[in-house]
């Protein structure tokens, strides 16, 4: 590994370090704020005082606030980000469990960004002014502007309500999950019913995933448009595509290999950054679909004031965002020779 590089990931690992401790110091003065007891969340309301009591022992609540964070940061490192209030399990577990179902649909979300996205944004751009480009331009200002919320339930009037070709809700059909259940090996149902070779499952969880993920699709997309339109406009300008095309080569190969090559880099990185957002902004597409993941668990915890699970969903969330506009900035130095490990 290049020093310079080495340099600039240690430099970066370390101010990541610090964002998530801030964070991390944060949520922990905010959980211990809030006005509720968290001995009487774990035992039950009817507990007696000394159940409570034994609660609080157990749970750490007895021991002076720096203490408690000491605990906690140490509990962090080595794996243990607390129990749940709620169903008395480990956090950490808990979000690896609901983990799968949420990316599942941010990654065919992304998918559907870059298939509609990248070819939208490359065809607005070389045929500026036409009726297409004022379409598209149209396209991403609704995908950025349009409540996720409420076109998810658009996409289910239409789809469930009017032509009864997707379904409602869940990850799987009633009749599916009894007849053909899905053998759990990683959690994420498209890829374990390929392993298990049950193609029923696969095409229901499909139909179900569809839905979400175009909704969840809906501002990456925009994004994506508005991003690769202004780049390629801004490259096809360049006196190397206008070389290029003096020399006869052939305006597709202009275009798709010069032109979208030197533009494609800050599309990555806004892609990359959607990515990372989607782990927060799933949260309503899930509600509205009843999508069993990470953003449900972090409804419930909200609502029943599991400040636990609630510590532990933030920490994850920062955690992820960190690592992906890491790996964006690497990647970036790596396609665009122009930028500088600074």
């Known amino acids: 590994m290049p020093t310079g590089l080495a340099r600039y990931i240690a430099r970066r690992l370390a101010l990541a370090l610090i964002v998530l401790l801030a964070v991390v110091t944060f949520t922990f003065i905010v959980a211990r704020v809030v006005p509720s007891d968290p001995a009487e969340l774990y035992v039950g309301p009817k507990a007696t005082a000394a159940q409570r009591e034994r609660a609080r022992i157990e749970l750490g609540l007895d021991k002076p606030l720096y203490v408690q964070y ?102 799987l059909s009633v009749d599916v999950s009894l ?19 049950n193609i029923v499952a696969f095409v229901d969880t499909l139909r179900h995933l569809l839905l979400p993920a175009i909704a969840l699709a809906a501002y990456p997309i925009g994004l994506i448009t508005r991003m690769t339109r202004s780049m390629m406009i801004e490259v096809l300008r360049e006196t190397y595509i206008r070389f290029a095309r003096a020399n006869g080569i052939v305006e597709r190969l202009i275009i798709f290999k010069h032109a979208l090559k030197n533009a494609i880099t800050p599309t990555l990185t806004v892609l990359g950054l959607s990515f990372a957002y989607s782990i927060t902004g799933a949260v309503l597409i899930e509600i509205v679909f009843g999508w069993p993941g990470l953003g449900t668990y972090t409804l419930n915890a909200i609502i029943e004031a599991d400040y636990p699970a609630i510590l532990g969903v933030t920490i994850f969330g920062t955690m992820f965002y960190i690592v992906i506009n890491l790996f964006l900035d690497i990647l970036q130095s790596y396609l665009d020779p122009r930028v500088r490990f600074t």
């Open 179 to 197: 007849y053909y259940p899905v053998k759990t090996i990683t959690g994420f149902y498209v890829l374990d019913s390929l392993l298990t070779l």
């Open 70 to 171: 000491a605990s906690y940061l140490l509990g962090l490192v080595s794996g243990n980000w607390g129990i749940s209030l709620r169903a008395h399990t480990s956090v950490l577990g808990d979000i690896l469990t609901y983990l799968p179902a949420t990316l599942e649909i941010i990654i065919l979300a992304n998918i559907i960004a870059v298939m509609v996205g990248i070819p939208l944004g490359v065809y607005s751009a070389v045929r500026k002014g036409s009726l297409l480009d004022q379409a598209s331009r149209l396209t991403a200002i609704a995908g950025v502007s349009i409540p996720s919320f409420w076109f998810a339930l658009l996409l289910q009037l239409l789809f469930f309500g009017q032509l009864h070709v997707l379904p409602l809700e869940g990850r």
